[in-house]
């Protein structure tokens, strides 16, 4: 398996594993290219096609008296095609994640994950944060 940064050649692939729709491939190419530097993709290679992508967002806090320069990391929108599961795809894939951040010198990297892929995220080096807190709007 070959894990690698992705970028706007892999628009295609990186497109299908999040469902979006081949007539809206050419927006999400050119979205992937407007944030090619907040937004990093990686993707796992098996015998040359991409079987999994992972992104990670890396944005910055507001600066402090301790530092100016405050970045953190944020992973989203994991996906392994169904097929491929199973085999160390996501894990070699939030293995170079964060390997990513430590080379950034990340403060720190969040994940917001679905209830079934928890232990999946625990068995990776992440821990529950009791400061972390979500708001979100009232359905109306």
Sequence with gaps: MNVRKGGVADAAA???LRGVDG???GAYADWVAAHADTHLPFVAELDGRVVG???LLVAQRVPS???MGRWY?????VAVREEYRGRGVGGALIAAILAEARTRGLLHVTVHSSRRAVDFYLRNGFVHDRELLLWEPPAS
Excluded: R, T
């Design 14 to 16: 990186l497109a299908e």
């Design 23 to 25: 007539h809206k491939l």
């Design 53 to 55: 992508a992972a992104w």
């Design 65 to 67: 008296n301790e530092s």
């Design 73 to 77: 990391g944020d992973v989203q929108s």
